[in-house]
């Protein structure tokens, strides 16, 4: 108990506990009188503690610095409070006794002054507000106290002259609403001053408070006073606003007439020297300037340098001065030191809008030594201009690449850049989910898809949207009609719309839906234009566009709208190009180029008059002539002024837009010297710089044809029922109908993707001369281009039935041959090298041993981190096993490995063994090959032979993997795939040798028995000098009609070992001595009792065992009358009364025997 009250009783230690379970709870705000009165009853508590521990306690009253941490949990109002009750007692240290009294006696005050408010309170809202000038009234109304004072006045001081009785009536008492503190007004509530003049108003207005002292009442019925701070006298409560307006800091707007600048106090240092100084922080100035008193009392020496200070305004002043190094340090960390060398130094700065560079920067004409340039590089404006007009040519003519394994341009690589991770992250995602990926390809194909424009359908509509935002949040609209969607998924190309339709009626019906449901998120569809009137004749006039209102008003005029970079033509329903007439004015390369480009054709109709141009610039660019240089006299020349007046003739170009539902759909390629071209859309390229065969040439064009032709037949809304693929080169078609892995790369890899976007069945032969792609290659004026021609009307054989249309045999020439794999002949030589296999004597178990094997025989490292399969191991387990029969058995390993029999002196002659040819081990041979339902390693088990390290291991393993079994179990679980000579003496010899398996067998020891005690073995004494007792019972007696319990008690003379019994009545000291006296009587005095005090007693036996032990103390008393030594023997020691105790188990057995579960008279009993 001393140590537990040394430990966890200490006064002082309580104290601090109870303290800091005070110091805890939320600090007391000022009005709180709930948490007020909490924090009151536990210091009480506390003192009350320490009261009741004496001295102790009395010295932890009296210690003051638990006062001070007490006090710190009350507010600023209430800790002064207290000091000014301490200086009222003329007390010197507060003691916890003087804490605890003031808090019960400030708690009354507190509690008192809550309950007259709320009387006040509620008079003050039954009272009526009196009649009186209603410009006092609106004063009363407008008069507010929310904001600061600059003196702490009390607002509420009344008039003097009001009696004692009156005043005690109508001077209000203060309370604060705002913290609910009964010490002072609202105005003085240090708490409500802190909030914003906005959060006050909030305050009181949400709380419908009085504007005055922020009670539960009308600004008229308050009954504050509020004198003139100045003449101390009553005033109207709008003048005392108007007064208080020059006190006021909380709220008023004040000019900024000074900048703070970042000031630092630091620590200069030269040596011994130290200076403690301020320092401002100049981000604007280029030096670091330290006053010439500062740099004398630490006394620096430097170089003498002049300084140039110059202003904004550039004002300028020459300073002389020296540059000094110094050491300077934070003041508030005198040993954190940073040194300034001469302040030249500049100086990198990571700011939120990236790094800056500050502090001077030397010139490189300082530098007087000269310095070689090993290399140079110059760019000029042009070098961007020269890689574009070099993808003309080399583009596509490189060898083929996959779309997603592309070049980027510089354009797409800082766009890749700019997004960061995101773009790779996203890249992840596609990669990761194969549909979202071709989601996300189908968007962006929708670009190449809108470009064309609508040519399907009779009915076209085109539209435009007035205003297009970027980021507009849009609902989902796509269960009001899968086809207004489509349609705006399909045809709208950035903010235009075009579209075709069937019939005029469906026309109309998706233009209302379309509208309607475009309107909803913000967008007008405006400047609508169709070649049909009446589709557009329901709209209102100002959406229309203007050259359709012309229409509708049936004037002769062939409206014009924009389509895509085109003009369409309502009226005859045509497209139409737009001349773009450029001067190019000298015909230089610049002007060439630039003029070419210039001319937009998304259909590419005009293709094979822009490849004249195309040749052109390449052949300008063979001659290495500059950007700007003059084209000189000559064939360039005159070639190209022939293009340029040309081109006033585009407007006389008209193409229908609306082509009737074709059976069939061709496109045809060429590359006979430098195009490739398709049909419905043409697309060209030039041939690239470097010199390539005319069938690879071709077979390029091929290529494009089929990428093309694929793209039309995804994107048209007709139904394309058969595709032909036509060419003017026997060889394409013979590479196309080929297997694509028996050419080279650059010939296999294109003859791949085209048999996988076309059948290569489809492709047939067309000469020359009937051939439209030629018109790319030779190029064609404008005027071959207008009218019914090969360009625009296909070939003449396209109108034959099919089996009219050219046909040509394939045959392999040498164009065929040139492109062909050579053969390649590998000859492999396989060879086995037998490495010796893990020491088997290093491991101590199978399964480690396997391992190593594993590693060792697939040329892992021992540290290396390597996935491990079955597979491994299980090839790792034959090696091991077949390493055990070959040091096991040699010669039978040799003899069944040849096809011969073992030698008749051969301990596995008995086993009939075999061989298994494909793991290479020796199996059991046996008369089991037919059964069905075993294994084949239970039918033919590997031999082993007991005396190998590998199969000591094994045992083992097993051993441990089924927690160390009997003999006969693991025998039979080894014999499922391994037959082990001698297997049961093996395995009892492994298991000798286990630990566990030593452990798990042990045989209980049986402890000897101690000797006799003293009392057993008196020879030649007396009968029952010494006497062992013991009780048995309860035995159940009848005694009239009810049923009561008798014990017997047996007493056993150790010498003689006679026996005698009586009978008790009850367990208590005095039914003991009276049969002790009777059997005294009867068989003399014993000098010595012996007694087992019974550990050996359970359940029933419970009340006896209890019984002599409340008997002990008495009992010894009565024996020792007698002379009678009476003791018990130990517990747990049987050799002390093991002699009775047979008796009584005898006695038991009898009367079961006699009586049975009979209740018998006392009588019955005692002649038993």
């Excluded at 003498?304 to 190094?325: A, K, N, Y």
């Excluded at 300082?366 to 890689?387: G, V």
């Excluded at 391994?978 to 452990?999: D, K, N, T, V, Y």
């Excluded at 130990?1130 to 009586?1155: C, D, N, V, Y």
């Amino acid at each position: 108990m001393a140590s537990l009250i040394q430990t966890y009783g200490q006064p002082h230690q309580l104290s601090l506990q109870r303290i800091a379970e005070l110091m805890e709870e939320p600090t007391i705000r000022s009005g709180d009188t709930a948490g007020f009165r909490k924090f009151a009853l536990r210091v009480r508590a506390l003192v009350g503690m320490l009261e009741q521990l004496g001295e102790d306690g009395r010295i932890e009253l009296r210690c003051g610095s638990h006062v001070a941490r007490l006090l710190r949990k009350l507010p600023q109002d209430l800790r002064a409070t207290f000091r000014r009750y301490l200086y009222s007692r003329r007390d010197g240290v507060p003691s916890l006794m003087d804490f605890a009294e003031w808090l019960e006696y400030e708690l009354v005050i507190q509690e008192g002054g809550d309950r007259l408010d709320r009387i006040g309170d509620a008079q003050g809202e039954k009272g009526k507000p009196k009649e009186g000038d209603k410009s006092k009234r609106a004063a009363r109304k407008t008069t507010t106290v929310l904001h600061g004072a600059a003196q702490d006045t009390a607002p509420h001081a009344g008039p003097a002259e009001v009696s004692a009785p009156q005043e005690a009536l109508d001077k209000p008492k203060a309370y604060c609403p705002y913290c609910s503190n009964t010490q002072h007004f609202l105005d003085q509530c240090l708490n409500f001053k802190q909030l914003t003049k906005e959060q006050k108003a909030t305050w009181v207005k949400s709380n419908n408070r009085c504007w005055r002292c922020g009670r539960h009442h009308q600004a008229a019925q308050c009954r504050l006073k509020v004198l003139c701070k100045t003449s101390k006298r009553e005033v109207a409560a709008g003048a005392e606003v108007k007064s208080s307006t020059d006190v006021l800091y909380l709220d008023r707007r004040a000019g900024c007439n000074q900048v703070l600048l970042k000031v630092s106090k630091v620590l200069l240092r030269n040596g011994e020297h130290t200076l403690e100084t301020y320092a401002i922080l100049d981000d604007g100035s280029e030096r670091t300037i330290l006053l010439q008193d500062a740099a004398e009392r630490l006394q620096l020496q430097g170089t003498p340098e002049s300084l140039i200070l110059r202003t904004v305004r550039e004002d300028r002043r020459e300073l002389h001065g020296s540059s000094v190094t110094f050491k300077i340090s934070p003041a508030s960390q005198p040993t954190k030191t940073f040194t300034v060398t001469n302040a030249f130094t500049a100086a990198a700065v990571k700011t939120r809008l990236g790094w800056t560079l500050q502090g001077p920067v030397k010139s490189l004409q300082q530098y007087s030594h000269q310095q070689q340039c090993l290399f140079l590089a110059t760019t000029s404006q042009a070098a961007e201009l020269f890689k574009q007009v070099e993808k003309l040519w080399q583009l596509d003519t490189l060898p083929y690449r996959s779309e997603r394994l592309v070049t980027r341009s510089r354009r797409d690589q800082e766009a890749t850049n700019l997004l960061g991770e995101d773009h790779e992250s996203g890249e992840k995602r596609l990669s990761r989910d194969p549909v979202k990926a071709e989601a996300y390809r189908a968007e962006i194909m929708k670009l190449r898809r809108q470009v064309m424009p609508p040519e399907e359908h009779s009915t076209a509509i085109s539209s435009d949207i007035k205003g297009m935002f970027h980021q507009r949040h849009v609902h989902d609209h796509s269960h009001q009609g899968d086809e207004v969607c489509e349609s705006i998924e399909r045809h709208f190309y950035v903010d235009n719309w075009l579209q075709s339709f069937s019939s005029p009626d469906g026309a109309k019906e998706v233009i209302d839906k379309l509208r309607g449901l475009l309107m909803e998120g913000g967008f007008e569809l405006r400047q609508w234009a169709s070649n049909i009137p009446d589709v557009i004749s329901h709209l209102p006039n100002e959406i229309r566009s203007e050259g359709s209102e012309q229409w509708l008003n049936h004037t002769d005029m062939d409206p014009q709208e924009a389509a895509l970079g085109l003009r369409w033509l309502c009226h005859s329903d045509t497209l139409r190009y737009k001349s773009r007439l450029l001067k190019c004015s000298p015909p230089t390369m610049r002007n060439i180029y630039r003029v070419l480009a210039s001319q937009y054709d998304p259909i590419g109709f005009l293709t094979p008059f822009t490849t004249r141009a195309k040749v052109l610039v390449q052949q300008l660019w063979d001659k290495k002539r500059e950007w700007d240089d003059p084209l000189l006299p000559g064939d360039l020349l005159t070639a190209w002024k022939a293009w340029e007046d040309e081109l006033p003739h585009l407007d006389d170009i008209r193409l229908p837009r609306c082509y009737v539902s074709l059976a069939l759909d061709h496109a045809a390629k060429d590359a006979a010297g430098h195009v490739e071209v398709a049909f419905l859309t043409a697309r060209s390229r030039m041939a690239p710089k470097r010199q390539l065969s005319i069938p690879r040439l071709e077979l390029c064009a091929a290529l494009t044809g089929a990428q093309l032709a694929n793209l039309l037949i995804r994107e048209l809304t007709l139904e394309v029922s058969r595709v032909v693929m036509w060419t003017d080169s026997t060889t394409v078609l013979a590479w196309i109908q080929s297997d694509s892995c028996r050419f080279k790369v650059f010939v296999g890899t294109r003859i791949a993707e085209i048999q996988e976007l076309t059948d290569s069945q489809a492709w047939r032969y067309v000469e020359t001369s009937e051939n439209p792609a030629d018109d790319l290659t030779r190029g064609k004026t404008l005027q071959d281009l207008i009218g019914e021609n090969r360009w625009t009307q296909g070939p003449p054989f396209l109108w034959l039935p099919p089996d009219q249309w050219p046909t040509h045999p394939i045959a392999e020439g040498e164009d065929v041959a040139e492109e062909l794999r050579r053969p390649t002949t590998c000859l492999m030589a396989t060879v086995t090298t037998n490495h010796p296999l893990p020491d088997a004597q290093q491991f101590s178990s199978f399964s480690e041993l396997v391992k190593a094997t594993a590693r060792h025989l697939h040329g892992a490292a021992a540290d290396e981190e390597e996935t491990p399969t079955a597979e491994k191991f299980k090839e790792a387990e034959l090696s091991i096993l077949r390493s055990a029969q070959r040091d096991s058995f040699p010669e039978e390993v040799r003899c069944l490995a040849a096809g011969k029999p073992v030698p008749s002196s051969s301990c596995l002659i008995t086993l009939a063994p075999e061989y298994d040819v494909s793991l290479r081990l020796i199996r059991v041979g046996g008369r089991l090959r037919r059964c069905q339902e075993l294994e084949p390693d239970v039918i033919h088990p590997v031999v082993l032979d007991p005396r190998h390290v590998v199969t000591k291991l094994l045992i083992r393993q097993v051993d441990s993997d089924l927690k160390h079994p009997g003999a006969e179990r693991l025998f039979a679980e080894l014999r499922r795939k391994f037959w082990i000579l001698h297997g049961r003496e093996a395995i009892r010899r492994e298991q000798r040798s286990c630990p566990e398996c030593q452990r798990w067998r042990a045989q209980p020891v049986n402890p000897k028995m101690a000797d006799l005690p003293p009392a057993r073995l008196r020879l030649y004494r007396a009968t029952v000098f010494s006497t062992g007792i013991d009780c048995f019972g309860p035995l159940q007696v009848k005694v009239g009609r009810r049923s009561e319990k008798r014990w017997g008690l047996l007493f056993k003379c150790l010498t003689t070992r006679a026996v005698h019994i009586e009978v008790l009545s009850s367990i208590n000291t005095d039914s003991f001595l009276m049969a002790l006296r009777r059997f005294i009587s009867r068989r003399g005095k014993p000098a010595e009792l012996l007694s087992d005090q019974g550990t050996n007693f359970r359940g029933g036996n419970r009340e006896l065992q209890e019984a002599f032990r409340d008997m002990h103390p008495s009992l010894q008393a009565e024996l020792a009358e007698h002379q009678i030594k009476f003791c018990f023997n130990p517990p747990g020691a049987p050799h002390f009364g093991g002699s009775w105790e047979q008796e009584i188990r005898s006695i038991k057995t009898a009367l079961t025997a006699t009586m049975g579960s009979q209740v018998v008279s006392g009588e019955v009993l005692t002649t038993t």
